[in-house]
Nanobody, 115 residues
Framework: QVQLVESGGGLVQPGGSLRLSCVASGIMFRIFAMSWYRQAPGKQRELVATISSSGTTNYADSVKGRFTISRVNVKNTVYLQMNSLKPEDTAVYYC?????????WGQGTQVTVSS
Protein backbone atom coordinates (compact mmCIF):
# COMPACT_ATOMS: atom_id res chain seq x y z
CA GLN A 1 0.00 0.00 0.00
CA VAL A 2 1.42 3.35 -1.07
CA GLN A 3 1.63 6.01 1.61
CA LEU A 4 2.77 9.60 1.12
CA VAL A 5 3.23 11.96 4.05
CA GLU A 6 3.86 15.66 3.43
CA SER A 7 5.22 18.21 5.87
CA GLY A 8 6.76 21.67 5.93
CA GLY A 9 3.85 23.93 5.11
CA GLY A 10 2.99 27.06 7.03
CA LEU A 11 2.44 30.80 6.95
CA VAL A 12 5.13 32.90 5.27
CA GLN A 13 5.40 36.51 4.15
CA PRO A 14 5.67 37.40 0.46
CA GLY A 15 9.23 36.94 -0.70
CA GLY A 16 9.87 34.25 1.90
CA SER A 17 10.83 30.62 1.54
CA LEU A 18 9.57 27.22 2.62
CA ARG A 19 10.73 23.67 2.03
CA LEU A 20 8.15 20.92 1.71
CA SER A 21 8.99 17.27 2.28
CA CYS A 22 7.19 14.10 1.26
CA VAL A 23 8.16 10.70 2.62
CA ALA A 24 6.97 7.71 0.62
CA SER A 25 6.47 4.13 1.75
CA GLY A 26 5.07 1.00 0.16
CA ILE A 27 6.85 1.53 -3.15
CA MET A 28 10.32 1.04 -4.61
CA PHE A 29 10.80 4.78 -4.42
CA ARG A 30 13.88 5.11 -6.59
CA ILE A 31 12.19 3.83 -9.77
CA PHE A 32 9.22 6.19 -9.79
CA ALA A 33 8.77 9.77 -10.89
CA MET A 34 7.44 11.96 -8.10
CA SER A 35 5.36 15.11 -8.39
CA TRP A 36 4.06 18.03 -6.39
CA TYR A 37 0.61 19.43 -7.09
CA ARG A 38 -1.29 22.27 -5.47
CA GLN A 39 -4.90 23.29 -5.12
CA ALA A 40 -6.02 26.78 -4.23
CA PRO A 41 -9.53 27.49 -2.90
CA GLY A 42 -12.07 27.35 -5.71
CA LYS A 43 -9.51 26.19 -8.26
CA GLN A 44 -8.56 22.89 -9.85
CA ARG A 45 -5.57 20.96 -8.66
CA GLU A 46 -2.54 21.83 -10.79
CA LEU A 47 0.84 20.24 -11.40
CA VAL A 48 3.69 22.23 -9.89
CA ALA A 49 6.80 20.13 -10.48
CA THR A 50 7.92 16.63 -11.39
CA ILE A 51 11.19 14.77 -10.93
CA SER A 52 11.89 11.57 -12.82
CA SER A 53 13.65 8.52 -11.43
CA SER A 54 16.85 9.76 -13.07
CA GLY A 55 16.50 13.27 -11.66
CA THR A 56 15.11 15.13 -14.66
CA THR A 57 12.88 17.96 -13.51
CA ASN A 58 9.97 19.86 -15.00
CA TYR A 59 8.11 22.87 -13.64
CA ALA A 60 4.94 24.80 -14.21
CA ASP A 61 5.67 28.14 -15.86
CA SER A 62 4.31 29.95 -12.82
CA VAL A 63 7.03 28.57 -10.53
CA LYS A 64 10.05 28.28 -12.83
CA GLY A 65 13.09 29.95 -11.35
CA ARG A 66 11.53 30.09 -7.87
CA PHE A 67 10.81 26.45 -6.94
CA THR A 68 13.17 23.48 -6.98
CA ILE A 69 12.13 19.84 -6.74
CA SER A 70 14.67 17.28 -5.57
CA ARG A 71 14.80 13.76 -4.20
CA VAL A 72 16.92 11.66 -1.85
CA ASN A 73 16.29 8.05 -2.72
CA VAL A 74 17.96 6.58 0.36
CA LYS A 75 15.45 8.54 2.45
CA ASN A 76 12.44 7.81 0.20
CA THR A 77 11.88 11.56 0.24
CA VAL A 78 11.04 14.21 -2.31
CA TYR A 79 11.40 17.91 -1.54
CA LEU A 80 10.01 21.15 -2.90
CA GLN A 81 12.12 24.20 -2.12
CA MET A 82 9.98 27.30 -2.62
CA ASN A 83 11.65 30.70 -2.78
CA SER A 84 10.36 34.19 -3.56
CA LEU A 85 6.90 33.11 -2.54
CA LYS A 86 3.91 35.11 -3.74
CA PRO A 87 0.35 35.36 -2.40
CA GLU A 88 -0.82 33.43 -5.46
CA ASP A 89 1.25 30.45 -4.29
CA THR A 90 -1.20 30.01 -1.42
CA ALA A 91 -2.68 26.52 -1.70
CA VAL A 92 -2.71 23.04 -0.28
CA TYR A 93 0.32 21.22 -1.69
CA TYR A 94 0.11 17.50 -2.42
CA CYS A 95 2.73 14.87 -3.13
CA UNK A 96 1.87 12.42 -5.91
CA UNK A 97 3.12 9.19 -7.42
CA UNK A 98 1.60 7.19 -10.25
CA UNK A 99 2.09 3.46 -9.89
CA UNK A 100 0.78 1.27 -12.69
CA UNK A 101 -1.64 3.97 -13.82
CA UNK A 102 -3.01 4.56 -10.34
CA UNK A 103 -2.42 7.90 -8.64
CA UNK A 104 -1.62 8.05 -4.96
CA TRP A 105 -1.79 11.26 -2.94
CA GLY A 106 -0.67 12.49 0.41
CA GLN A 107 -2.95 14.31 2.83
CA GLY A 108 -1.62 17.69 1.74
CA THR A 109 0.14 20.52 3.54
CA GLN A 110 -1.17 24.08 3.65
CA VAL A 111 1.03 26.90 2.38
CA THR A 112 -0.20 30.43 3.04
CA VAL A 113 1.67 33.45 1.71
CA SER A 114 0.44 36.62 3.34
CA SER A 115 1.69 39.73 5.06
Amino acid sequence: QVQLVESGGGLVQPGGSLRLSCVASGIMFRIFAMSWYRQAPGKQRELVATISSSGTTNYADSVKGRFTISRVNVKNTVYLQMNSLKPEDTAVYYCNVNVGGRNSWGQGTQVTVSS
